[in-house]
Structure formats: C-alpha cells, structure tokens
C-alpha cells in the first residue's frame, strides 16, 4: 500500500468539494483546458491521424513489453547507469531510499512524478532522515501545504494565489514579512529564489519520466519551468522512477508521443523544456551527475497485461480526461481519495488498490463519453468502467438498494404484458397525484432525484396502451 | 393544402419499428405520437411491436446477464421491422452500439445483434440521414436552444441534423449554448446514487441555459430534459423543456414537460 485511500468515502468527499467555496472558485481555472486542447487540435490538421499513431505505438509496446524492457535495460547499462526493478511501492521506496542513503545524501531535489506519489516516496526519504524537495512550483506548493496533488499535470490546480502567498508568508520565514507578494510573478519570484538555493545543495536528484526509449536507454521527461533539468543536471545522482509501461520503442516513437502529449495535456504544440536523460556525465561532458540510476516499478500492471484493462496502461499521462470530466470539474481531484482522479484514476485505481477499495469511482461517471473522446491514446475509459461495475456486480459488491430496484426492474422488463400492466398503473396514478402542478417537489423512493430538483408527472396513459388503443394490439 | 409536415421523403414505404423507451412511454406519450407523425409523413409504414426496456441500466450497473436477456427480447420483438428507430440517443446508444457487445461469445445472436443495430437509427438522424428529409413545414414561435445529449452526440454522431431541421421550422430562432456538448449529468441511474454531483453538475446545465436567454431548451432525449426542466423549475426558471420530435412535428402546442394541463383540476 502507499498514500492511504480515502476513496471508499468518496460522497462524503464530493459534499465536502461541493460545499468547499474556495475550491470551486479555483477550479473555474480547470475549465480552460478544454478549449485551449480544442484549439491545439483544430490548428493541427493530422491530430486525428497522430492518435490512432500513438495509439498503435503504445499497443505495440504493451504486446512486447518484456522485450523493450530488457533492450532498455541493456541501453542503460551500456551508457554506465543502473537499472532496478521494483514490483511493489515498498521495494521501489527501499531502493530510492538506499540509494540516497548510499551516497550519503543530506537533501535530494525532486522533479514532478505522479509514480513518487503512488509509492508515497517523499515520507519514506524523510524518515530516513533526508529532506526532499519538490521543485515544480505546483508540487512545492503543495508540500509546503502538506497536501497531494489534485490533477495529475497541475497538482496545485485547486489553490488560489491568495493561497500561495499565505503559505510562502509561513514557509520562508527569513525573507522580509513586509515585501509585495500580490501578483503571481512575484510569487513565481520568490519560489524560484528559495529553490535555486535547494538546488545547488541537492546531494541526489529524482526525475519521474514521461517517456523511456529502448532504442537509446534514455528517459524524457517534459516540464514547463526547466525545474527538471536543474534538478537532474546538478546533484551528484540522478534516479528515475517510472513505471514499466512508459517504455516506447524508439526515439522516433516518443517523438510522435510527443507531438499529442503538450497538445492534449495544456493545448501547447511542445512543453517549454523537452529533456533527455541517457546515462551519467561522460568524460568531456560539461556537466551532469556521476550517478545515474532508473527504478522500475510494476505495482500491479503487469498484471493488466493481457487482460481487459490492457488498454489503460497507453495512458501518458496527459490530463485531458479529468479537464473535460464534468465530475472531475464539479469536484476536484482530492475527492476521487487516491494518487489519480479523473476518469483516468477511476479506471486505475481499482486495478492497483483493488475494486472494494477503490469501487465507487467507475460508478461515479455519467458515461458522458468526452474521455474517451479526447483522450490521445484512444483508451475506451467509460467501457472499462463499466467492467469494473460488471466485476463488482460479480462479486455481489454492488449497493443492495441498487441490486434490488433493479432485480425488480428486471422482473418485469422480461414480461411485456405484465410490464405494460405494471407500467400503466403507475403511469396513470402519478399523473393523476402530480396532475395539478405537473410535478413532484418530493416522492417517495425519489428522493437521490427530487432533493436537488421536480420531477415531472407522468402525461397519464403510457404510451403502448394509447397505441393499442387506437390501432389494436397487432399494430 | 398538404397535411404532410414533413418534405423530401422517398417514395417507398418502410416499414419501421419504433422503439418508444420506457421514459416516453411511460412518463410522456407525445414524443411517441411525434415520432410516429414524422415518420408517417416522412412515408413510413409505422409499427409498435410489444416492447419494454432495452435493458441499458442494468448493462451500466454491471448486469451484463439481464441486459442481454433484455436485448434479446427487443431483437426478437422488431424481427420483421425494416427499421427499428428510437427516440433516444441513449437507448439508441445501447440498441447501436451495445448489443453487438452483450453477445461475444455467442456467434449467431452476435450476427442478430449485427443486423439489429445496423438497421435501428436515432429518429432525427434517420430523418435526415437515411430518408433523405431535408426540412419540416411546420410554426414554432420563440427562441430555442438545443442540448446535444452525450450518447447522441458522442456514441451517433448526431450533431448538425437536428439543427438543420430546426432550421427549417417557421418562427423558431435558434441559439447556441456556450457548453452544449457538455454533459447535463443525468446518466441514468447516475442522477439517483450521486444525486448531489449530478445536481452540481445539472446546475452549471441550467445556468448556461439561462445565459443564452432561450424560452425553450431542446434536445433528443427524455432523461436529459427531465432532469434539465427539473432542475430549472426547482430553481424557479420559466424556461421550458421538450424533446426536439415534439416541435418538429408541430406537437409542441400542450404543456411542457413537468408543465401542468391548463385548467388541470385545481
């Protein structure tokens, strides 16, 4: 296990998000992401073509997966590094852990890595002593709050400016209390004075990666304020965590991933920074670590090989889902209760905590579909949701209310006369109880509905007996 | 004069099965009867074979069981039908895109599936698309906006075809909400189990309606609008909700949905 799921509360956390203003002032922010992806599409003429690209990369890598990992391996070896393979969180956090310790390590910087945050790796290299430090703005901010990410690309998404200058007032106690901190570029300002300082003390660096090449043994990650490469470049180590399935087979092939990744992810045609990692300093390089070293982690997925959740393990990571997601909009990341929300999370995080713990979230989607529609790997999410809602149903861990209503729904939609009896009568005495207004304010049984708004009243004969009515039963 | 509401149609009679769905049959029989009109104008020979629910909220709750016994029997029931066409892009979605899928292991009902969905259509985009109608000669006096259901739009590519035939009616002045392809969060039993984020999400529907100072919001499908004029008339809006069938066929002249009769007994 890693960070602790509150998932299983998961209405108790939509009612917290709901009733939390400030955060649904924030997250009008999340909106934009939309149209700024829809542009980047639109401004592309083979965007469409790029995905199904993307899509058949990644099938290609998943279906010969042992085979690319062993290649990358090799790859990394060759240029001097070391690969480790984890197949749970608590191996991963041991060897990161030491590795640190290995070299002595007082402080390591980290760049942004929702894998870091799966194993929960920052408490683990605390407790050994060793201060981590997040160096992408978003992810400092939240580890000066002590919270965990809300969006997997924009992990401070749900906190306001006003919010950062309270917290960076707290934290960076040495700096003058009376200095101007309302615009966000001084914010920006301040953040990236304190961490230059954390950088250059940096024993040993941690990068997560967007993408690993088998081809070369290099790992890419892409950032938007260059904080990766400083914090890959200038401590003594470099270690990477990644998980299996960002392998791809060639440079060609992350160079196409590329190209739907910034564009999905904040309608940028490329991030800011693109960097390549492949190994420790050679001799004559002007600069970079003397140690370097990539930790694999598997954590469940090579159990969804082959299975019908294959087809997540394409994600990139890009956020496109959860920005379009009209639950993710109306509640943030952090009620989803694990490391990834969004439909992205609700198809992932069963498959690594298991369905009890982590049920509720495939059920809470409207099945709107604009997921699956924007998603640059083509990953069918409201079809593999609904696989999850069949595996609960399996396992009789459905809700009993639900069960039975729709038992009973059942019972009589396999009987079309007993049905049209059935329908008829119900039909006629709510149309005759809700006839004076039209609709209800409140029914029995009706209460998930008419809590929040009417409903209407029934018009009165259903339909089927007034055809019958007219043109006979045969008709 | 022509009774006929609706030009363009071929010459050929089909026969066509309407699939009604349980919300319109039970809770509003005119977008059935509008249906039939526009079919029948269209030249259509309009049949309405025994029928009960297409079995779509228990293959979304996981009962793929009840939803294939369901789907068998609403294949059998339109056996004869040249066309099977439904009100819904939901239901649509399930009779189109989902029945192929409840039979993976089961070759023959597999190919029934395959031909079933192959000849069932949405009823807008069967006007259009497959009867070749073009426009409808019909009055509707107000300003409407249309809400693109999520199964309609994502799972049928319906789209511009009832926009095209809104066009087409007298007196309507048709305007777009700013998120119109954004979901109204009913999904069906979604609206029941999550009835707090459904609500949240329903509300951001309402204040997009409201914002395009419509009178009447439109769209194919019932659970969409029940819970859309719901959540309009519990916040007190007189914006009123029907299914976009009604209005084509010139039925839009009695109350609204979750309006009452006039002069109903007071």
Known sequence: MTAVATTPRFKANVHEALTDVRLQGAMTFARNFAGRRAAAAERLPEFEALRDSARAIKDHTLAHLDLYLEAYERKVVESGGHVHFAEDAEAARKIVVGLCKGLGAKSVTKGKSMISEEIGLNAAIEAAGIEAVETDLGEYIIQLRHETPSHIIAPAIHVTARDVEQDFRKAHRELPPERDLSRPEQLLGEARGVLRAKFLAADAGITGANFLIAETGASVIVTNEGNGDLTQILPRAHIVIASIEKIVPTLEDAAQLLRVLARSATGQDASVYTTFSTGPRRAGDPDGPSEYHVVLLDNGRSAMLGGEFEDMLRCIRCGACMNHCPVYQAVGGHAYGWVYPGPMGAVLTPSLIGVAEGGQLPNASTFCGRCEEVCPVRIPLPKMMRHWREREFARGLSPAPQRFGLGAWAFFAARPALYRFATGLAARALHLAGRRKGRFASAPLAGGWTRYRDLAAPQGATFQSRWRAKNGAVK | ?266
């Open chain 2, 1 to 266: 004069m022509t009774m006929n509401a609706v030009e363009g149609a071929g010459p050929r009679p089909r026969r066509v099965g309407l699939f009604v769905t349980c919300l319109v049959d039970i809770m509003r029989p005119t977008v059935g009867f509008a249906a039939v009109k526009l079919l029948e104008d269209a030249g259509c020979t309009v049949v309405v074979p025994a029928q009960t629910c297409c079995g779509q909220p228990a293959y979304n709750s996981g009962d793929r069981a009840t939803a294939a016994r369901l789907a068998r029997q609403a294949i059998t029931a339109f056996e004869d039908c040249d066309h099977v066409v439904v009100p819904s892009g939901s239901c649509g979605g399930m009779l189109i895109r989902h029945y192929p899928e409840l039979f993976a292991g089961e070759p023959e009902m597999a190919a029934k599936a395959e031909r079933f969905a192959s000849k069932t259509h949405e009823l807008v985009s069967f006007l259009t698309d497959v009867l070749g109608v073009e426009r409808v000669t019909v009055r509707f006096d107000g300003t409407v906006a249309y809400h693109d259901s999520c199964s309609s739009l994502r799972e049928l590519g319906v789209k511009a075809q009832p926009r095209r035939l809104l066009a087409s009616v007298e007196g309507l002045s048709l305007v777009e909400l700013d998120e119109a392809e954004t979901c109204c969060g009913f999904g069906g039993l979604f609206a029941a189990k999550y009835g707090e984020l459904s609500n949240a999400i329903v509300s951001r529907k309402a204040d997009d309606i409201r914002k395009a100072a419509a009178g009447t919001v439109l769209a194919g499908d019932l659970g969409c609008l029940l819970n859309i004029a719901g959540k309009l008339q519990r916040a007190g809006s007189a914006v009123e909700a029907r299914h976009v069938a009604e209005v084509l066929a010139g039925m839009a002249d009695g109350p609204a949905i979750g309006e009452p009769q006039k002069g109903a007994g007071r």
